[in-house]
């Protein structure tokens, strides 16, 4: 079963499905053994809602015009697919999706093939190991800050998937957990513009932040230094 989201970006209408049942989802992991690789992992479900952040990314792409006939966007946690959809609608050359999850991924192909025709590519990735051949001139990331654990790996991650000259666009709700790794990011090589935006999801209200960033000093022996 799934959700229909019809959703505005000024001249863009996006469809989007998402699953209807991630409570159901969430009942068969906690029901697993323990021991399982999806629990140690802590694969909770939660690529399978639609989030503020996706929805602010996705807005923020369609206000500021960042994509050109010849930007090669890349989407990391990619879930549902919404950023890099509109990356796709707004002109991108070559749009590649990527989720530790191959669930998430056929719902971003599913979503996809909803709003675009030509084709775009699909693939699983583990930000803590990231392939920089799936490095693109724009990268996305909706809401990837949400526990302690990926904050180390996030920096490299950012680094690796984004060619050199390229711009990274973060976005994230403000929880308490993410504010001490949010401040340290000019300390650890990225120039950072931050814009807000507030709106209404499922009747609630959000205030989103999108920061658009760039490399200024290199990990050491980051793939694309």
Known sequence: MTRRHNLHFDSLTVLLD????????LEELLAKDPESEEVKDERIPYWADLWPSAVALAQYLADS?????????????????????????SGAKEV??????????????????L??????????????????KHAGDLLLASDVAYEARFFPDL???F????????????????RDIAKPFLN??????????????????????????????????????????
Request: charged letters at 20%; hydrophobic letters at 35%; aromatic letters at 10%.
């Open 18 to 25: 998402s699953p209807s049942n991630i409570d159901e989802r």
């Open 65 to 89: 015009k960042i994509i050109t006939p010849e930007t090669k966007v890349t989407e990391i946690g990619c879930g549902l697919g919404l950023p890099g959809i509109v990356a796709g609608m």
């Open 96 to 113: 590649c999706f990527t989720d530790y999850l191959e669930e998430a991924l056929a719902f971003a192909k599913k979503n996809w093939a």
């Open 115 to 132: 709003n675009c025709k030509h084709p775009a590519s699909f693939h699983t990735l583990d930000w803590r190991d990231p392939d920089p």
């Open 155 to 157: 920096p490299n991650a």
């Open 159 to 174: 680094q690796t998937l984004c060619k050199p000259g390229g711009t990274i666009l973060f976005s994230e709700p403000g």
């Open 184 to 225: 340290s990011l000019p300390d650890l090589g990225f120039s950072v513009k931050k814009t807000f935006f507030t709106g209404k999801l499922n009747d609630i209200p959000y205030k989103v932040g999108v920061y658009e960033m760039k490399v200024i000093t290199q990990i050491p022996n980051n793939p694309n230094a």
